[in-house]
C-alpha cells in the first residue's frame, strides 16, 4: 500500500516538475520522504521478530520478496535506477513488464528536475536532457555549474535549493528502506 501512494506521489511530482509548479513539486517530495520514513520504521518492527516467528506467515507472501515486486521495481526506475535487465524477472506477467519498460522510455525524476533548470534559466545542454533513458546519467559540467550555482545561493534560488534538498532527501530514505529490508531479512531468513 505505501509503495502504491508513494508511486502516486511521485507522479503528482514528476507533474509539477513538469508544469514548473516548484511548491506542488516541494509537497509531494515531503510527502514522499514521510511514506520512506514510514517504511523504514515498519521494517524497524520485522526485525523484532525472531526467524520462527517470521515463517509462520512467510507462506502468504509467496516466493516474492519486497525487492521483486513491480512496484519498488518501478519506483527504483523513476528514482534513476535504470536497468533493463531488472524488467526480465517479471516477464511472466506480461502487462507488467510492459509497463516497466515503458517507465524505461520516460524522463526520470531526476531528468525532469533538469528540465525544471533548463526552463528557470540554467544552461542545461540538450544531450543531457535527450539522453539515452535506460541507462544512468553520465557527469556533465554543465549540471553541476547549474547546481553549484543554486547552492551558492540558496536565497536567490530558494525553490531549486529546496528541491535538490529534498530529492536527496528522498534519494536517502529510499537507500535507508533498500538496505534495513535487504538487513532484516538477511537476519530473519539469512539467504534462503
Excluded: C
Aim: net charge negative; glycine share 4%.
Amino acid at each position: 500500500l505505501w509503495f502504491k501512494q508513494i508511486l502516486h506521489e511521485v507522479d503528482y511530482l514528476q507533474q509539477g516538475l513538469e508544469a514548473a509548479n516548484a511548491p506542488q513539486a516541494l509537497q509531494a517530495l515531503k510527502r514522499s520522504r514521510t511514506i520512506l520514513k514510514t517504511m523504514v520504521s515498519q521494517v524497524d518492527i520485522l526485525e523484532t521478530m525472531t526467524p520462527i516467528q517470521f515463517e509462520s506467515f512467510r507462506h502468504r507472501l509467496q516466493a516474492s520478496s519486497g525487492f521483486q515486486s513491480a512496484q519498488y521495481r518501478l519506483m527504483e526506475f523513476i528514482m534513476g535506477g535504470r536497468d533493463p535487465d531488472m524488467v526480465t524477472m517479471h516477464e511472466a506477467v506480461p502487462e507488467t513488464a510492459e509497463m516497466l519498460r515503458g517507465e524505461l522510455a520516460k524522463p526520470s525524476l531526476y531528468d525532469v528536475s533538469l528540465q525544471l533548470l533548463k526552463a528557470r534559466g540554467f544552461e542545461i545542454p540538450d544531450e543531457v536532457l535527450e539522453r539515452d533513458r535506460t541507462g544512468p546519467h553520465e557527469r556533465s559540467d554543465a549540471v553541476e555549474k547549474a547546481w553549484a550555482a543554486i547552492y551558492a545561493e540558496p536565497e536567490e534560488y530558494w525553490e531549486l535549493y529546496e528541491l535538490a534538498e529534498k530529492l536527496v532527501d528522498l534519494e536517502y530514505h529510499f537507500q535507508r528502506w533498500r538496505f534495513g529490508h535487504l538487513k532484516t531479512v538477511e537476519r530473519i531468513i539469512g539467504f534462503k
